[in-house]
T-cell receptor
Framework: DGGITQSPKYLFRKEGQNVTLSCEQN?????MYWYRQDPGQGLRLIYY???????QKGDIAEGYSVSREKKESFPLTVTSAQKNPTAFYLC???????????????FGEGSWLTVV | ELKVEQNPLFLSMQEGKNYTIYCNYS?????LYWYRQDPGKSLESLFV?????AVKQEGRLMASLDTKARLSTLHITAAVHDLSATYFC?????????????FGTGTRLQVTL
């Protein structure tokens, strides 16, 4: 089945540790995105990538890093520099990178990160 | 900076009633998305609106877009309990080759018997 797979679903991190959230899609989508959602809040864009080997900062990129070495993969690393990382993280993808297409953006099931 | 505002933030309505959720945005855009989120779950795409005057309907939900007023509405007709969820609008912006979504704060809908 085609879709977006995020792992792990639940993750606990000790303060000072880096953790990496995985996002894999087999939809052959060009663009991929990472969003953060805090309880009762909307989604905020962390990073996005339009094509392989290229990515841009979103609105809240500080304390996060990404890579896009393969079209199907867009992992997010939450570094120790992120002071308040406890949140729900959502990965998304879109068929075309830009232009005037109105393609729907599809979301993965999300990853819950808790700092202990 | 693009700002997207939804209202109301919380809506409690009885089954069978009608109501409208509003989504205002601050920058010109011709693409507007509506999503549904159940508690603890991911986002489910409801509608993609691509042009001024666009109207789409699915079951008891109808979405419309007025790009001149920078306003989209999500109208709920004869609400049922299964519609209880949080609804988000999102505005798409294309700058060069980059395309990204900015989300509203969400409207939490509770449909009561």
């Amino acid at each position: 089945d085609g879709g977006i797979t995020q792992s792990p679903k639940y993750l606990f991190r000790k303060e000072g540790q880096n953790v990496t959230l995985s996002c894999e899609q087999n939809l052959n989508h060009d663009a991929m995105y990472w969003y953060r959602q805090d309880p009762g809040q909307g989604l905020r864009l962390i990073y996005y990538s339009q094509i392989v080997n290229d990515f841009q900062k979103g609105d809240i990129a500080e304390g996060y890093s990404v890579s896009r070495e393969k079209k199907e993969s867009f992992p997010l690393t939450v570094t120790s520099a992120q002071k308040n990382p406890t949140a729900f993280y959502l990965c998304a993808s879109r068929p075309t990178a830009g232009g005037l297409s109105g393609n729907t953006i599809y979301f993965g099931e999300g990853s819950w990160l808790t700092v202990v | 900076e693009l700002k997207v505002e939804q209202n109301p933030l919380f809506l409690s309505m009885q089954e069978g009633k009608n109501y409208t959720i509003y989504c205002n945005y601050s920058t010109t855009s011709d693409r507007l998305y509506w999503y549904r989120q159940d508690p603890g779950k991911s986002l489910e795409s409801l509608f993609v609106l691509l042009s001024n005057g666009a109207v789409k309907q699915e079951g008891r939900l109808m979405a419309s877009l007025d790009t001149k007023a920078r306003l989209s509405t999500l109208h709920i007709t004869a609400a049922v309990h299964d519609l209880s969820a949080t609804y988000f609008c999102a505005v798409g912006l294309v700058t060069g080759t980059a395309s990204k979504l900015t989300f509203g704060t969400g409207t939490r809908l509770q449909v009561t018997l």
